[in-house]
């Protein structure tokens, strides 16, 4: 049987989602989700979700300050272990095919992860190399919160005067540490004319993709979430 006779893709909720992304991806937190997609085998074996882009800079510069409206992240990508590449492209261009058109549709690689990104390759992303360098903040002791948590802890206001706040909480331990480099992919939808046009105001240069084997992530955990397809 061919790949498309075996699986079935369609759109679920978001709280279906929940038990996966906190319990199987490597991240272990819950992203913005605007659209979630579920990979059936009988059974639900893997999800696929999309929200808001987190670099807000990154969606008013990466075309030139165009189709800021219709810009998607593809944020999570879980499914149970020993699924072959092909199924995990298959399941992404599905997905891609039901997003709303026209959309741009950035997503990174994370290098941390040992993760080059072969999915968006095999389904023909544009690469535009690595992401910037940044920094997180962090508490010596408390290394397991993500920097994004500790500026929630810190209270409401912007970003500097959170780290004031933070340097008065925790004095000499909090410090700061480089974040890895993520590979960043984009893919655009819509006709070709949009597709050309999206393309044209693209304003990262466009370069090969980059190489290397995936690490595996934990797949080990079976949520109890599992949903059958009737």
Same mark, same amino acid.
């Given at each position: 049987?061919?790949?498309?006779?075996?699986?079935?893709?369609?759109?679920?909720?978001?709280?279906?989602?929940?038990? *996966?992304? &906190?319990?199987?991806? %490597?991240?272990?937190?819950?992203?913005?989700?605007?659209?979630? @997609?579920?990979? @059936?085998?009988?059974?639900?074996?893997?999800?696929?979700?999309?929200?808001?882009?987190?670099?807000?800079? =990154?969606?008013?510069?990466?075309?030139?300050?165009?189709?800021?409206?219709?810009?998607?992240?593809? !944020?999570? &990508?879980?499914?149970?272990?020993?699924?072959?590449? $092909?199924?995990?492209?298959?399941?992404?261009?599905?997905? =891609?095919?039901?997003?709303?058109?026209?959309?741009?549709? #950035?997503?990174?690689?994370?290098?941390?992860? !040992?993760?080059?990104?072969?999915? %968006?390759?095999?389904? !023909? *992303?544009?690469?535009?190399?690595?992401?910037?360098?940044?920094?997180?903040?962090?508490?010596?002791?408390?290394?397991?919160?993500?920097?994004?948590?500790?500026?929630?802890?810190?209270? /409401?206001?912007?970003?500097?005067?959170?780290? =004031?706040?933070?340097?008065?909480?925790?004095?000499? /331990?909090? @410090?700061?540490?480089?974040?890895?480099?993520?590979? /960043?992919?984009?893919?655009? &939808?819509? !006709?070709?004319?949009?597709?050309?046009?999206?393309?044209? $105001? &693209?304003?990262?240069? #466009?370069?090969?993709?980059? +190489?290397?084997? $995936?690490? +595996? @992530?934990?797949?080990? %955990?079976?949520?109890?979430?599992?949903?059958?397809?009737?």
């Amino acid at each position: 049987m061919t790949i498309p006779d075996s699986y079935t893709v369609r759109q679920i909720m978001s709280f279906e989602c929940r038990e *996966w992304f &906190l319990k199987k991806h %490597y991240a272990k937190r819950l992203p913005s989700t605007s659209y979630a @997609y579920g990979l @059936y085998k009988d059974n639900l074996i893997g999800i696929c979700s999309y929200g808001r882009p987190v670099a807000h800079t =990154l969606v008013k510069s990466a075309f030139t300050g165009k189709f800021q409206d219709t810009f998607l992240e593809l !944020n999570r &990508l879980v499914v149970d272990e020993g699924l072959k590449k $092909n199924v995990l492209s298959f399941f992404v261009s599905r997905t =891609l095919r039901k997003l709303p058109s026209p959309n741009v549709i #950035v997503s990174y690689a994370d290098t941390s992860q !040992n993760h080059h990104g072969y999915i %968006y390759q095999a389904t !023909n *992303w544009i690469y535009t190399g690595l992401s910037a360098k940044r920094f997180d903040y962090k508490v010596k002791g408390l290394e397991h919160l993500h920097s994004a948590s500790l500026m929630d802890h810190a209270g /409401r206001g912007v970003a500097k005067d959170k780290v =004031l706040k933070l340097k008065e909480m925790y004095g000499d /331990r909090l @410090y700061t540490l480089e974040r890895p480099r993520k590979h /960043r992919y984009f893919y655009v &939808l819509g !006709n070709k004319k949009q597709r050309k046009e999206m393309i044209r $105001n &693209l304003a990262y240069k #466009v370069e090969p993709y980059p +190489k290397g084997d $995936n690490k +595996k @992530y934990d797949a080990s %955990y079976k949520p109890s979430t599992q949903g059958v397809l009737f």
